[in-house]
């Protein structure tokens, strides 16, 4: 199979930056994008990725998913240089919480611009040159927390980050919404809950390395895609196949 282009936004850090780890050791001739909103980190990045021994082409391009013309920028730049894109990973986003009324507002307003807004401007600026491509791929990366049957039953605890959850739920529906526009019916578009990773969003407390929680989007873009078409998935415990989660 011949090499994809693969741009994964927020990939400094995180899960970002295990996925762009995992799918290189997986497929080192991919090449890819490390978008992130500071070049410097970027580079820092790659130097870390390097001392890992990922031999990949990475590319650093700069990106706040929250400007406008930052994205228009980005498409740009890509289309420039590569005239298209196979894969999208829409990884960016953020976990907010207020103290206050007063902050109640910001945190939702912050939050759901930068988990779903964003994600569909990038989305609509990057599209016509995933279109480009034979194998176009999308992965947003969700959370268990925006399934409203898991927390409508009662299978997780309440949470504080409400802004966050309902972010994450409207993220989903992006994704279902996005893959029935008729000029994207040649794209996967995927939905994936990586689990509680150990990250800087969660002060480092969850369970998971970052590199088990990139499995899910490793295995959606390794498989066949007529066995995991356009749906939300994670990756359980102990296992190697993606499973579907309920909405
Ligand atoms: N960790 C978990 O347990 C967990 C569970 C489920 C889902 N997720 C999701 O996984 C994704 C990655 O989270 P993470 O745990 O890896 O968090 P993280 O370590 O905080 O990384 C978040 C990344 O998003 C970038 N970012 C935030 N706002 C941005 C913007 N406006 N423009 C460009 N980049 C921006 C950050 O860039 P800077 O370095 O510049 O801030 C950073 O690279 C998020 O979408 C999160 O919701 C995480």
């Not at 990973?89 to 009324?101: E, Y």
């Amino acid at each position: 199979m011949s090499s994809r282009l693969i741009l994964i936004t927020g990939a400094n850090r995180g899960i970002g930056f295990a996925t762009l780890q995992a799918l290189s050791l997986k497929s080192p001739t991919d090449n890819f994008i490390l978008a992130c909103r500071q070049k410097e980190k970027g580079f820092e990045a790659v130097e870390q990725l390097r001392d890992f021994g990922i031999q990949s082409e990475i590319d650093v391009l700069e990106v706040d998913v929250t400007c406008d013309y930052s994205l228009i920028s980005l498409a740009e730049k890509v289309k420039t240089k590569y005239g298209k894109l196979d894969v999208l990973i829409n990884n960016a986003g953020v976990g907010l919480f207020h103290d206050s009324f007063s902050e109640m507002r910001s945190t939702y307003n912050r939050t759901l611009d930068t988990n779903v807004t964003s994600v569909a401007m990038t989305i609509e600026v990057l599209s016509p040159l995933l279109r480009r491509s034979s194998r176009g791929q999308i992965i947003n990366v969700s959370s268990a927390r925006s399934s409203l049957e898991l927390s409508s039953s009662g299978k997780l605890p309440p949470t504080k980050a409400i802004a966050y959850s309902l972010s994450k739920t409207a993220l989903n529906m992006l994704t279902v919404e996005y893959a029935k526009i008729p000029e994207n019916k040649d794209l996967i578009i995927q939905t994936v809950s990586p689990g509680h990773c150990k990250t800087a969003f969660n002060n480092y407390r969850g369970t998971k390395d970052p590199l088990d929680g990139a499995k899910v989007i490793v295995a959606l873009l390794h498989s066949d895609t007529s066995m995991f078409g356009n749906g939300f998935w994670q990756m359980e415990e102990g296992e190697d196949v993606p499973v579907k989660i309920p909405w």
